[in-house]
């Protein structure tokens, strides 16, 4: 298996914990957004239409985003499981997953970011505070949502989750970005003990072959 792959990509982080959790291993293509790699046409053309990353190759399957990869590693190799088979549970793991993936990661990405400071204009201090302002308004209903049915050591139990898998990239890119996040005392819990866990500090930005300072 290949994974294309940037280091400090949040959503490129959530799929190499799900591979370490599954203990599946794979060759890391790095693809660096900085520069645009992502956008160059044979990434585009051959591995990634949506011009993004993560992707991966496995056998004769090509996939990109993170949440679709995510899906089909648990459904190829559903051991151990990410997504709970109690149908309360799997949604619980869902809601909170999605309002990171979907609400609180489009908005902050890098080429957001790129465009806040490029086309539109904006100051340095107006980008941070972009960011800074969906961390906040994010962070809050993870925060609300794990004070109402989070439990265990994870976001939701004694085994990681998707839930965790979203949260731990999420912080460390805020935690980078040099965002105030202890009034999220819970979702921190989870953060500080994903740091003891083999698979979270194998798939840690500063483990990977293209990591730079």
Known sequence: MQ??????SSTSYRVRIALALKGL????????????????????????????????????ITLGQSIA??????????????????????????????????????VNNL?????????LGLS???????YEHWIAEGMAGVERLLAKHGHGSWCFGDQPT??????????????????????YPRAMAVYAHAQTHPAFLAAAPNRQPDYTA
């Not at 044979?42 to 993004?52: G, H, K, L, R």
């Not at 340095?124 to 972009?130: F, G, L």
Request: with cysteine; charged share 20%.
């Open 25 to 60: 291993t794979f060759d890391t293509i790095p693809v660096n957004i900085r520069v645009g790699e992502h956008r160059a046409g044979a990434y585009v053309d051959e591995i990634n239409p949506s011009a993004v990353v993560p992707a991966i190759v496995d056998g004769d």
């Open 124 to 130: 340095a201090e107006q980008k941070n505070a972009w």
């Open 162 to 183: 998707l839930a965790d898998v979203c949260l731990i990239p999420q912080i460390a890119n805020a935690q980078r970005m040099g965002c105030d996040l202890s009034a």
């Open 69 to 106: 990869i995510i899906d089909y590693l648990e459904a190829k190799y559903p051991e151990p499981r990410l997504l709970p088979q109690d149908i309360e549970a799997r949604a619980r793991v869902l809601e909170l997953s999605m309002l990171i993936s979907c609400d609180i990661h489009p």
């Open 111 to 119: 080429r957001i970011l790129k465009y806040l400071q490029g086309p």
């Open 3 to 8: 994974l294309y792959s940037f280091f400090n």
